[in-house]
């Protein structure tokens, strides 16, 4: 790779993961291979990846998830916080699409069965639109303007005898 981006010595591996797992920072070098400043400053500065939750602790969280879920009387959040749930998800960086390993995909397609949406949280590797729709679920991820809260404008010590409001058709 360090030659395609004419550099004499090849790039470091933290780069080349990088690059492998981000098509818009492999973009970016390449675009950037006649600037060498920019190019520095690419190289320097490679988009970390965040470790995937791993498969056991997605069906422990799962598992648990379902017994909290379970204990509401299988009930879903009313349609206004379900929108402002997925809407704050939909701006969050930890936005991702389902990994693509065999194990997870095959996990990711039991949970997303019959939905268009395949975003997961890459905070807690959960199926976006499934979580939003439970009120026993938070938001794992803290709002940054707004100590306290989470992204879905909910407090982060939320307990299971506080949750928002029912669907009233549930």
Same mark, same amino acid.
């Given at each position: 790779?360090?030659?395609?981006?004419?550099?004499?010595?090849?790039?470091?591996?933290?780069?080349?993961?990088?690059?492998?797992?981000?098509?818009?920072?492999?973009?970016?070098?390449?675009?950037?291979?006649?600037?060498?400043?920019?190019?520095?400053?690419?190289?320097?500065?490679?988009?970390?990846?965040?470790?995937?939750?791993?498969?056991?602790?997605?069906?422990?969280?799962?598992?648990?998830?379902?017994?909290?879920?379970?204990?509401?009387?299988?009930?879903?959040?009313?349609?206004?916080?379900?929108?402002?749930?997925?809407?704050?998800?939909?701006?969050?960086?930890?936005?991702?699409?389902?990994?693509? %390993?065999?194990? =997870?995909? @095959?996990?990711? &397609?039991?949970? +997303?069965?019959?939905?268009? #949406?395949?975003?997961?949280? /890459?905070?807690?590797?959960? %199926?976006?639109? =499934?979580? @939003?729709?439970? &009120?026993?679920? +938070?938001?794992?991820?803290? #709002?940054?303007?707004?100590? /306290?809260?989470?992204?879905?404008?909910?407090?982060?010590?939320?307990?299971?005898?506080?949750?928002?409001?029912?669907?009233?058709?549930?």
């Amino acid at each position: 790779m360090g030659r395609v981006l004419g550099l004499d010595e090849a790039v470091s591996e933290e780069v080349l993961c990088a690059a492998l797992a981000d098509a818009t920072y492999a973009a970016n070098l390449l675009t950037c291979r006649r600037h060498p400043d920019l190019l520095r400053h690419l190289l320097k500065n490679p988009p970390r990846r965040q470790a995937e939750v791993p498969v056991h602790d997605l069906l422990a969280r799962a598992g648990g998830a379902l017994v909290n879920w379970a204990r509401t009387g299988f009930t879903h959040v009313d349609e206004e916080t379900y929108q402002r749930r997925v809407t704050a998800c939909e701006r969050c960086p930890e936005l991702r699409d389902a990994p693509q %390993s065999p194990a =997870r995909r @095959a996990l990711y &397609t039991i949970a +997303t069965l019959g939905l268009d #949406d395949k975003s997961i949280c /890459g905070k807690c590797g959960c %199926s976006v639109v =499934r979580k @939003a729709r439970l &009120t026993s679920e +938070t938001c794992p991820a803290p #709002d940054p303007g707004e100590p /306290g809260m989470t992204r879905w404008q909910e407090p982060m010590d939320r307990t299971d005898d506080d949750p928002p409001l029912l669907d009233k058709e549930e």
